[in-house]
């Protein structure tokens, strides 16, 4: 593994700190009036998702984890537990739900997904940006509700509940993003 100098933190960087691996999420570094500069890190371990603040001094050296990102399919789910393919291997791992997070109810089988692992230990699983699904249901336009910037519910073929423009009917495809479950756009047909 490489290593760096403690002023060298950047968000986004996996290090190993107490034997465990942790996500670097904000840095500042700071020069105090008396003594040396440091920095502060805001810091997620990837295991458990708690939280910690750490200062590091530039002559501290860490240890920065290259974490393993491979494409898997998803196959089904069994309660908690989501199972996955790898394509190439055909092993099959399966994850459990709070790794996956919000995202998880915009799976569908077959569907195509990066799992990033550390030790063989899933820690994060990405969707595609985007998915297109089915709007099952959607209820009436409310007379004088017209502007552009309301939005009714609707309820996908998934059973997922989402926000839609009100000029969206039953039955149309739709657009939606994985990470927060808003509409992006009408399929054209």
């Known amino acids: ?3 760096i100098d403690g002023n060298e933190l950047r968000p986004g960087y996996v290090i190993e700190f107490k034997n465990r691996p942790w996500r670097v999420m904000k840095t500042e570094h700071v020069k105090p009036g008396k003594g040396g500069a440091f920095m502060q890190a805001e810091l997620r371990d990837l295991l458990t998702g708690t939280k910690t603040n750490e200062r590091f001094r530039a002559s501290e050296t ?12 998803y196959l089904f789910q069994d309660g908690d537990q989501y199972t996955f393919m790898d394509q190439e291997t055909f092993e099959q791992v399966a994850v459990n ?3 996956i997070g919000e995202p998880a109810r915009f799976l569908t089988e077959g569907m195509q997904v990066e799992i990033e692992f550390y030790d063989e230990t899933p820690l994060n699983v990405t969707l595609p940006e985007t998915v297109t699904l089915r709007l099952e249901h959607a209820d009436p336009v409310v007379k004088g509700q017209t502007a ?10 998934n059973g997922v509940k989402v926000m839609v423009p009100p ?5 149309t495809r739709i657009v939606i993003k994985t990470e927060d479950g808003s509409y992006v ?3 054209k047909d």
């Open 1 to 3: 593994m490489p290593k």
């Open 62 to 73: 860490l240890e920065r984890i290259r974490l393993e990102q491979r494409r898997f399919q």
């Open 97 to 99: 739900a709070d790794v």
């Open 148 to 157: 552009s910037s309301s939005y009714k519910p609707g309820v996908l073929e």
């Open 167 to 171: 000029h969206l009917d039953s039955g």
């Open 185 to 187: 756009e009408k399929v």
